[in-house]
T-cell receptor, first 111, second 115 residues
Framework: DQQVKQNSPSLSVQEGRISILNCDYTNSMFDYFLWYKKYPAEGPTFLISISSIKDKNEDGRFTVFLNKSAKHLSLHIVPSQPGDSAVYFCRGGDSSYKLIFGSGTRLLVRP | NAGVTQTPKFQVLKTGQSMTLQCAQDMNHEYMSWYRQDPGMGLRLIHYSVGAGITDQGEVPNGYNVSRSTTEDFPLRLLSAAPSQTSVYFC??????????????FGPGTRLTVL
């Protein structure tokens, strides 16, 4: 039972435009959501998070939106830069320590 | 402060061989975990530990063993390697204070090929 789904395996956008990465979840107990970024040949690194008591969290060019009724969150990158090209993973969090990630979305930002 | 370290970086095994992937962290984190990354499959949780002496199974535990004798180290053992275990393996740690809301810190990964 996959609790977190990223249905778009890849996304290609032009530099300067907006990138929108999506994540759906099924576990109603999730009260926190995190996005990680992974470059080739490196480990994932934390990017941004959001608590379930909020519907938006912004950090510079990165904004995460949470729609609890739809069990959906999205990561917006504005403006997109070539250095943002990476694989992005989302994860839900609750009191459990069984930390499950989505399958990832590979973002390519074209110069 | 080295963070999370993994050794080796690369390894080639023959089917049936055994080996141990090493993971260590110097952040005094209670929670440690192992993931494997395969194309199109994302990061899949193999095993995790919430503290020394405590381990539990993740999504894909078959063929792997773990133990946690110290806070710092969390080795992953492949008992009898199979080609299906060809993957990139990542170790991660977090403070363990807040369950799934903790930020995890990942090691650089071990690329394993089983022939």
């Amino acid at each position: 039972d996959q609790q977190v789904k990223q249905n778009s395996p890849s996304l290609s956008v032009q530099e300067g435009r907006i990138s929108i990465l999506n994540c759906d979840y099924t576990n109603s107990m999730f009260d926190y959501f995190l996005w990680y970024k992974k470059y080739p040949a490196e480990g994932p690194t934390f990017l941004i998070s959001i608590s379930s008591i909020k519907d938006k969290n912004e950090d510079g060019r990165f904004t995460v939106f949470l729609n609890k009724s739809a069990k959906h969150l999205s990561l917006h990158i504005v403006p997109s830069q070539p250095g943002d090209s990476a694989v992005y993973f989302c994860r839900g969090g609750d009191s459990s320590y069984k930390l499950i990630f989505g399958s990832g979305t590979r973002l390519l930002v074209r110069p | 402060n080295a963070g999370v370290t993994q050794t080796p970086k690369f390894q080639v095994l023959k089917t049936g061989q055994s080996m141990t992937l090493q993971c260590a962290q110097d952040m005094n984190h209670e929670y440690m975990s192992w993931y494997r990354q395969d194309p199109g499959m994302g990061l899949r949780l193999i095993h995790y530990s919430v503290g020394a002496g405590i381990t539990d199974q993740g999504e894909v535990p078959n063929g792997y063993n773990v133990s946690r004798s110290t806070t710092e180290d969390f080795p992953l053992r492949l008992l009898s390697a199979a080609p299906s275990q060809t993957s990139v393996y990542f170790c991660a740690s977090s403070s363990g204070l807040a369950g799934g809301t903790d930020t995890q810190y990942f090691g650089p990964g071990t690329r394993l090929t089983v022939l």
